[in-house]
Structure formats: structure tokens, C-alpha cells
């Protein structure tokens, strides 16, 4: 028979008592979770467009031995 072991139980239950726990759900949470939703996609938009010029630069160069 298959046991599986997992910690996370008890993990969660050790920082609760420890009073490592905190619960994100006041208004300035959910603005300051906003704001850094929209500079991910603000990043990740940045990254995409430079991949994107990267593969066309790369697409272009022509290496000689």
C-alpha cells in the first residue's frame, strides 16, 4: 500500500501557533495586490515584446564560420 507523506498540515498548523500567520483581506491588501497584478502585466508585456525582438534579430543574423 501507497503512504503518502505530506508535511503541509502540519506546517500550517506550527505557524499559526507561532502567530507567523496573517490574513490578507483589508482594502489596502487588495489595493496593494492590484497595483502588483498591474505591473506583472506590465512586465510580462515588456518581456514578451523584447522576446519577440530578440527572435526577429536572431532570425536576421547569419553566422559564418
Known sequence: ???TVSKTNQIKD???MDGKVSYLDKPEHFNAIIEMNDEMEDVRRDY???DRRSQNSASHVI???
Open 1 to 3: 500500500m501507497i503512504k
Open 14 to 16: 506550527k505557524l499559526k
Open 63 to 65: 553566422l559564418t564560420a
Open 48 to 50: 514578451h515584446v523584447k
